[in-house]
């Protein structure tokens, strides 16, 4: 039997109900089922650390199961960052355990008075004090409860969630992160320091469907992309993108580097020690890392490319020691690395124009002290850190006004590590996903991975500008597909890395998986997309309700006004040969034919008659 907890921690109550079977239905878990229970419980005159906001951890239909990458979970709640809709997702063990617990969600309001955490023991819950592990970093939390509940999975915030920075992050099992959107924040407000799991139930699943997801296995393992990940993990994306020029750097004022062959995948491998993977996963990406010497000395998983851009190109800093250490850092103190360097670019761009300078760092590009000092100001709302834990965009309100173009944010949340003047579809995504800058959210890889095959099968007819990432051509139709098909990875708590990133698996695929799963179920591929449809839509109402529309699906102005220049690189070398120029991103144009293909008004706002079609009848009154 599925189930949901409702815990108020104000009142020290827990409710544990049966999971509704329809609702399930109509949103298959985790991502899907936690927006509708944000949407149904948390109005927009509750604030982000108001006690009303709803904190839930949901796992999906197939998470803990035998479905190669079926580790993921979710996270959501108001964000603290964008004002409106948030959420994180995460693989590793603890989704997997809160599943095979029995709970389809957890969902988290009310505040309490001292630091608490939660322990799951299979379908029991109790709310037990906290005040000792308050302060400390995630990694003595995570081991402290494993050597009290040995056999446990633990998530946890570190101080920079207690001190409610906004780009603070939950930190599962020493360094996975539920990274985006300022979630360790929430769970700071309500002074909840972790949640203990440990659970000894099985989850069932028929015949039919165990094989089924072993031939999906075999497919994943042997595919090109799966192979790459393996071997290199996602630093192998450095070398590929800094040609493409798709590298973000200098907070986005560059968009190649010279310096690739320092911090790409053959860099990172000299400090490789191991490597591992998620729960049930045939990829296994994961690099666990270690400096052994320095001032950097540590080891860490990671760092992911997020990571290696991040602290490396966007503050122009080649030391991957440094990003290594940083990387550690971050996961420690429970900061989202994206927004993190992020915030650390703006600083040190508004320092290069004259509008920022501080006593104790330079803050000029790649100065070392200048990042590791500004990561732990941030965690601890120290000095100059206490502006920057706002986020770009309301730390430039306070720097100077001016300052807010160089805040490479969309809704309060910085971007990921793309270039959208070379990445039109991810330019596109990132101005209209429901949780801020994203890229993660659509997933538009069709183009970037030139799929002809995929490219045909959804997109008959189209010309061969689908498969252009300079292109702004069929982007609308390419997003609206993809941001469907993340969804429904998202809800069924797979991993993209078998779906979007390269199609092994389409959704007719698991539309199939579903039908065996679970016989409840009789989809068709085109039943799988409208959920995801769905789940999107209802993610945008709930924003509509808190006022966006289409002036909050934007991009800083850099990407609109400023043109970016790509370079020819010859046998792993930035030369001085252009390939491409002045590249700019029509937003407007790509807008109109987004909404347009939605169903959405000019402003961004869905129709009745979208929402009727998707069965949101109780959206409609409420627009």
């Known amino acids: 039997m599925a189930l949901t907890?409702?815990?108020?921690?104000?009142?020290?109550?827990?409710?544990?109900?049966?999971?509704?079977?329809?609702i399930l239905e109509e949103y298959l878990g985790s991502r899907g089922y936690a927006a509708k229970i944000l949407y149904d419980n948390v109005d927009p005159e509750i604030g982000a650390f108001d006690a009303g906001n709803c904190l839930i951890f949901s796992t999906g239909l197939f998470t803990g199961t035998c479905w190669p990458t079926s580790a993921r979970f979710t996270v959501t709640a108001k964000s603290p960052a964008t004002g409106a809709y948030g959420y994180a997702n995460a693989g590793g063990y603890f989704g997997v355990e809160l599943r095979k617990a029995?709970?389809?969600?957890?969902?988290?309001?009310?505040k309490s008075e001292k630091p608490v955490y939660l322990l799951v023991k299979d379908e029991q819950i109790v709310i037990?004090?906290?005040?000792?592990?308050?302060?400390?970093?995630?990694?003595d939390v995570n081991n402290g409860f494993k050597k009290i509940y040995e056999g446990s999975h633990v998530l946890s915030i570190g101080p920079a969630g207690e001190n409610l920075v906004k780009m603070a992050s939950?930190?599962?099992?020493?360094?996975?992160?539920?990274?985006?959107?300022g979630m360790g924040a929430v769970m700071g407000s309500k002074k909840l320091k972790a949640i203990v799991v440990k659970a000894s139930k099985k989850i069932t699943f028929s015949e039919e469907f165990r094989k089924i997801a072993i031939e999906s296995s075999k497919k994943i393992s042997n595919s090109q992309a799966a192979q790459d990940y393996h071997r290199w993990g996602t630093a192998v994306l450095i070398d590929y993108k800094n040609k493409r020029g798709d590298l973000p750097a200098k907070n986005h004022l560059e968009v190649q580097i010279p310096f690739a062959n320092k911090i790409n995948a053959q860099a990172l491998d000299k400090y490789v020690i191991k490597t591992s993977g998620c729960y049930n996963c045939p990829i296994r990406c994961e690099r666990h890392s270690q400096v052994k010497l320095g001032?950097?000395?540590?080891?860490t998983a990671g760092p992911e490319y997020e990571t290696i851009n991040g602290f490396g190109s966007m503050v122009w800093n080649d030391d991957i020691e440094l990003i290594i250490y940083a990387n550690k850092l971050c996961n420690d103190l429970g900061l989202d690395t994206i927004s993190t360097s992020g915030v650390i670019a703006f600083a040190m761009e508004c320092h290069e124009k004259g509008f920022l300078s501080n006593k104790e760092y330079n803050l000029k590009w790649?100065?070392?002290?200048?990042?590791?000092?500004?990561?732990?100001?941030?965690?601890?709302?120290?000095?100059?850190?206490?502006?920057?834990?706002?986020?770009?965009?309301?730390?430039?309100?306070?720097?100077?006004p001016d300052t807010f173009k160089f805040a490479m944010q969309v809704k309060g949340v910085e971007i990921p590590e793309q270039e959208p003047r070379t990445n039109r579809g991810l330019a596109l995504g990132h101005a209209t996903s429901n949780r801020g800058a994203d890229h993660l959210y659509g997933l538009e890889t069709i183009d970037q991975t030139h799929n002809e095959e995929v490219a045909k099968k959804y997109f008959p007819g189209s010309g061969p500008e689908?498969?252009?990432?300079?292109?702004?051509?069929?982007?609308?139709?390419?997003?609206?597909?993809?941001?469907?098909y993340s969804a429904i990875s998202d809800a069924l708590g797979i991993c993209k890395f078998s779906t979007l990133e390269n199609y092994v698996l389409g959704p007719d695929d698991i539309a199939k998986a579903i039908n065996a799963f679970d016989n409840s179920f009789d989809l068709e591929e085109k039943d799988l997309l409208k959920i995801g449809e769905r789940i999107v839509n209802l993610e945008r109402v709930y924003n509509c309700r808190h006022g966006f529309d289409r002036k909050n699906d934007s991009l800083p102005e850099r990407f609109l006004k400023e043109p970016a220049t790509v370079y020819k690189v010859i046998d792993g070398m930035l030369t001085n040969q252009v390939w491409k120029s002045n590249l700019l991103v029509d937003l407007e144009e790509m807008l109109d034919g987004y909404y347009k293909v939605r169903g959405w008004d000019f402003r961004g706002i869905p129709t009745q008659k979208k929402l009727k079609e998707l069965g949101l009848f109780q959206l409609i009154e409420d627009l």
């Not at 689908?466 to 469907?484: C, G, H, N, R």
């Open 170 to 181: 939950i930190i599962t099992d020493d360094y996975r992160a539920l990274a985006r959107t």
């Open 102 to 110: 029995g709970f389809d969600a957890l969902v988290i309001n009310g």
């Open 5 to 22: 907890a409702y815990i108020d921690l104000s009142k020290k109550n827990i409710e544990i109900n049966k999971s509704p079977a329809p």
């Open 128 to 139: 037990l004090p906290a005040n000792e592990y308050w302060g400390r970093n995630t990694a």
């Open 466 to 484: 689908i498969l252009d990432v300079f292109s702004q051509k069929y982007k609308p139709e390419m997003l609206k597909f993809t941001e469907a």
């Open 295 to 299: 001032p950097y000395k540590c080891e």
């Open 366 to 400: 790649g100065d070392k002290e200048s990042i590791v000092g500004l990561i732990k100001k941030i965690a601890y709302r120290d000095g100059i850190g206490d502006i920057l834990a706002e986020g770009a965009l309301e730390a430039s309100k306070k720097i100077y």
